[in-house]
T-cell receptor, first 114, second 107 residues
Framework: DSGVTQTPKHLITATGQRVTLRCSPR?????VYWYQQSLDQGLQFLIQ???????AKGNILERFSAQQFPDLHSELNLSSLELGDSALYFC?????????????FGPGTRLTVL | KNEVEQSPQNLTAQEGEFITINCSYS?????LHWLQQHPGGGIVSLFM???GKKKHGRLIATINIQEKHSSLHITASHPRDSAVYIC?????????FGTGTLLAVQP
């Protein structure tokens, strides 16, 4: 158990819908990262937050957005869902924002768009 | 060409064999991670390296910064080592992932 929690574990929804994925980092970790793992693209970095502020952006679509709240939990919002958004979404947390630091991964949310 | 390349893509070994998985990268990095992903999907961080060599139990990871190459070795492999092993490099505040190596260790 990494100490990072994600809810829900599974989510099934329809095209065009909007969903919210939630992540709670390890106690004391200020940085949260979101990743998408799909069958055709593998693991990709989406976005990073540090202490409530956006720190780095990767291959995140404009239909997706994220935020980190004062209690440090983070939410990833996916809207106008398409079949291709079906994937495993992981969040990870670390103590610091950058440099050489280890990331701890949550168990993931499996999103299925029908 | 991917910025992070792993080889082999698939590997089948007999229990007890010595296993090596390779990772080459083409970008400047501050660290390299080796991750393990089991069939259930969860990801575990095995190592984080910025130089040299690290050992944890039967796992050894090495990195050569000049050659932009890292290896993950598993000694005395066991069926419970069966998983996908993923190399990821840290470049400018984000992780770039390799496509993974699917390892199957047969009893």
């Amino acid at each position: 158990d990494s100490g990072v929690t994600q809810t829900p574990k599974h989510l099934i929804t329809a095209t065009g819908q909007r969903v919210t994925l939630r992540c709670s980092p390890r106690s004391g970790d200020l940085s949260v990262y979101w990743y998408q793992q799909s069958l055709d693209q593998g693991l990709q970095f989406l976005i990073q937050y540090y202490n409530g502020e956006e720190r780095a952006k990767g291959n995140i679509l404009e239909r997706f957005s994220a935020q980190q709240f004062p209690d440090l939990h983070s939410e990833l919002n996916l809207s106008s869902l398409e079949l291709g958004d079906s994937a495993l979404y992981f969040c990870a947390s670390s103590v610091v924002a950058g440099g050489v630091n280890e990331q701890f991964f949550g168990p993931g949310t499996r999103l299925t768009v029908l | 060409k991917n910025e992070v390349e792993q080889s082999p893509q698939n590997l089948t070994a007999q229990e007890g064999e010595f296993i090596t998985i390779n990772c080459s990268y083409s970008v400047g990095i501050s660290a390299l991670h080796w991750l393990q992903q089991h069939p259930g999907g969860g990801i575990v961080s095995l190592f984080m390296l910025s130089s040299g060599k690290k050992k944890h139990g039967r796992l050894i990871a090495t990195i050569n910064i000049q050659e932009k190459h890292s290896s993950l070795h598993i000694t005395a492999s066991h069926p419970r080592d069966s998983a996908v092993y993923i190399c990821a490099v840290r470049a400018t505040n984000k992780l770039i992932f390799g496509t993974g190596t699917l390892l199957a260790v047969q009893p």
